[in-house]
């Protein structure tokens, strides 16, 4: 689960330093919230995810790893469309998409809230290999 995290964190890094260079070379600045969107709920927000499943190797074989995954992967296009449209200034489409898609990522989100609550425990970072250990003083 945290590879397909990392993989598609990076695709949003990528798509989010592209927006960002289009912006300053054309010196047009309407897509600030797109660029941003793409850099903290694609890749900074799904990079930390890789590195929980990464940390606590139990999280990623709970069924609700799979559905934060999906969730997440099919609201986040939806909502950066819709910020997009809305940047563009078309309201009627942009928002719905955006809604809809944030109500989809926070169905993501609360399935990995879920997952960790059950299944983030002591015992997974005891079994973790030393140098992913989390100091537990």
Not at 70 to 78: E, R
Not at 94 to 107: D, K, Q, R
Not at 112 to 120: G, H, I, M, P
Not at 123 to 134: D, H, K, V, W
Request: aromatic share 8%; net charge positive; glycine share 8%.
């Amino acid at each position: 689960m945290s590879e397909k995290f990392l993989k598609a964190a990076v695709i949003y890094l990528l798509l989010g330093i592209a927006v960002g260079i289009t912006m300053a070379s054309s010196h047009n600045f309407a897509d600030r919230p797109l660029h941003a969107h793409l850099n903290l709920l694609g890749w900074a927000s799904m990079a930390i995810m890789a590195l929980c499943y990464r940390a606590f190797p139990g999280l990623a074989q709970s069924p609700l790893a799979n559905a934060h995954f999906w969730l997440y992967n099919l609201g986040a296009p939806l909502t950066l469309v819709g910020v997009l449209a809305i940047d563009h200034g078309r309201m009627d489409t942009g928002e719905p998409l955006a809604a809809i898609g944030s109500m989809v990522v926070a169905a993501g989100i609360f399935c990995f809230a879920v997952n960790v609550w059950r299944n983030c425990g002591a015992a997974q970072a005891a079994a973790m290999p030393e140098g992913l250990a989390l100091n537990r003083r």
